[in-house]
Nanobody, 116 residues
Framework: EVQLQASGGGLVQAGGSLRLSCAASGVTFDRYAIGWFRQAPGKEREGVSAISDADGSRYYADSVRGRFTISRDNNKKSVYLQMNNLKPEDTAVYFC?????????WGQGTQVTVSS
């Protein structure tokens, strides 16, 4: 079972950047696909971006494509989400999730707040 720790959130002005990190422990990290999700107050959790375990294929939600970049460093057991040109609507708690087979594991969230 993987343990995930998300970090890097904060308060930033619109147009600014943040880099989120998701650090894993306890497992063979490169066997896990990792996804980033977010949940804004009063809204459902939504998928933001994901990166596969095998070939590093990447997924981006339409709302973030071209602004966010996901990457992974298996040696450091970490996945990163570089967020550029942030908008107020990006404000949410961001979570990372690890998937292997039919099992999913969640880390705690990190708050991202974008002021206008």
């Amino acid at each position: 079972e993987v343990q995930l720790q998300a970090s890097g959130g904060g308060l930033v002005q619109a147009g600014g950047s943040l880099r989120l990190s998701c650090a894993a422990s306890g497992v063979t990290f490169d066997r896990y696909a990792i996804g980033w999700f977010r949940q804004a107050p009063g809204k459902e959790r939504e998928g933001v971006s994901a990166i596969s375990d095998a070939d590093g294929s990447r997924y981006y939600a339409d709302s973030v494509r071209g602004r966010f970049t996901i990457s992974r460093d298996n040696n450091k057991k970490s996945v990163y989400l570089q967020m550029n040109n942030l908008k107020p609507e990006d404000t949410a708690v961001y979570f990372c999730q690890g998937t292997i087979g039919d099992s999913q594991y969640w880390g705690q969230g990190t708050q991202v707040t974008v002021s206008s």
